[in-house]
């Protein structure tokens, strides 16, 4: 199976749970419903779901281990010669008073490739034992008007509806309750790893080094995904305000804001804006596709979900076309077009028949519509796919966590680019 660039789906992502019954309607904090897709009724009442972790260590290169009790510096120095799994293990065990106490920047770390992959150590570490992007203190409220920490938002002239298009994509409409946290209010991985990052930003810009700042722009999809879907509105908005202060004019990092920004006009414009850099970015049109149904415009849905399969089919992009095949077919059974919809899952079904969601999606169909006997059967086909081990990891159940899913192939190439 082949996928364009790093659009493959990790199947350390994700691994799956016995539930006895699909949760009612698909929403942003669930990954499986009934009906695969969308809010509805439940017509499948048993099955398997499958449910977002952290992932554990991600996997790289072979590495020796390292000893027990090692300290920082051998840490970073295992790391970056070939032994990154075995660095990060051994940092993610580490307590957060030891982490505190003897994480320092090494004295030798002045060029900022050693800087770059000080920040992708902690993030990895801070990712394997799910403390990265976790607030350390209760933060209170800031009254509505309080921009106080935001300044350097507010300078950027994009997007062009003004302050407060751009005050939504980061807290949030009007009427939720918004709130400004600063950098300290988080743990000591994404902390001091952002400020590292930023370090690296302004070094390789001075040095034209374009591929350190790939590889930042790398870290800021990966951690920004990583702390998007859990922490809802206040979801380390120093990290997301960065991110588009270093590389707001660059489509994949609006895709990235686009997958988890507030309100809908800050989410649609974010979305149309990464396009226009990159018509080919199916990911965004698939987004787009959806938000547009979920807002009721079918007729446009539609065209843009059609034009994102034509795209990812055309790039060999199986994991988005199969994710455009669901949301269409989805648009076409809100729309009583049962036909249309049957085939759209059922092309998903032949893209790839390990993934579960398109047979889920299939079965509620059938069963929906007077065909109990083949719904269940479509429905059985799941349940054994859910008790398999080899069962391939479904795009749909990772659509949540913005670009998270491309995370193992992210970081492995940022380890490649780290190394002295």
């Not at 120095?77 to 003897?102: F, I, K, M, N, T």
Request: with cysteine; aromatic share 8%; charged share 25%.
């Amino acid at each position: 199976m082949v996928y364009r660039r790093t659009d493959s789906v990790d199947p350390e992502a994700i691994r799956f749970s016995k539930l006895t019954h699909y949760p009612v309607g698909y929403n942003r904090k669930t990954t499986m419903s009934g009906r695969a897709i969308g809010t509805g009724r439940v017509c499948l009442c048993s099955a398997l779901a499958v449910t977002l972790l952290a992932p554990a260590i991600l996997p790289g290169q072979a590495s020796s281990a390292l000893q027990a009790g090692q300290s920082f510096l051998a840490i970073v120095e295992q790391y970056r010669s070939g032994g990154a799994d075995a660095a990060v293990e051994e940092l993610s065990r580490w307590d957060v008073d030891r982490v505190e106490r003897e994480v320092t920047v090494p004295p030798n770390a002045g060029d900022v490739k050693s800087l770059a992959a000080l920040a992708l150590l902690l993030t990895e570490a801070g990712i394997a034992n799910g403390r990265f992007g976790l607030p350390t203190r209760a933060v209170g409220l800031a009254p509505r008007d309080d921009w106080r920490r935001l300044e350097e938002w507010r300078k950027l002239e994009w997007p062009s509806g003004g302050i407060e298009n751009q005050k939504d994509i980061l807290l949030g409409s009007a009427g939720t309750n918004r709130r400004v946290m600063s950098l300290a209010d988080f743990d000591i991985y994404s902390r001091t790893a952002l400020r590292l990052i930023r370090d690296v930003v302004r070094g390789s810009r001075a040095q034209a080094d374009t591929a350190l700042l790939g590889v930042c722009r790398s870290w800021y999809i990966v951690a920004g995904s990583f702390v998007s879907p859990y922490q809802s509105n206040s979801a380390h908005m120093p990290l997301r305000r960065a991110a588009l202060v270093d590389f707001g004019d660059h489509p994949e990092v609006l895709l990235l804001v686009g997958s988890y920004s507030f309100g809908w006009p800050a989410r649609q414009a974010t979305l149309r804006r990464a396009l226009a850099l990159d018509p080919l970015l199916v990911e965004a049109r698939v987004r787009l596709g959806h938000q547009l149904h979920v807002r009721g415009d079918h007729g446009e849905a539609a065209r843009e979900l059609e034009r994102a399969v034509s795209d990812a089919h055309a790039a060999s992009n199986i994991a988005m076309e199969y994710l455009g095949r669901l949301l269409l077919g989805r648009l076409h059974e809100d729309a009583r077009r049962t036909k249309e919809a049957e085939a759209c899952y059922q092309a998903a079904v032949a893209l790839s028949p390990h993934w579960l969601s398109a047979h889920v999606a299939l079965g509620s169909l059938r069963v929906a519509g007077g065909d109990p006997e083949g719904g269940w059967a479509a429905g059985r086909v799941a349940m054994d796919l859910g008790t398999s081990p080899q069962s391939d990891s479904d795009p749909w159940y990772q659509y949540t966590r913005a670009q998270y899913w491309q995370a193992r192939s992210r970081i492995e190439a940022m380890r490649m680019a780290v190394r002295p």
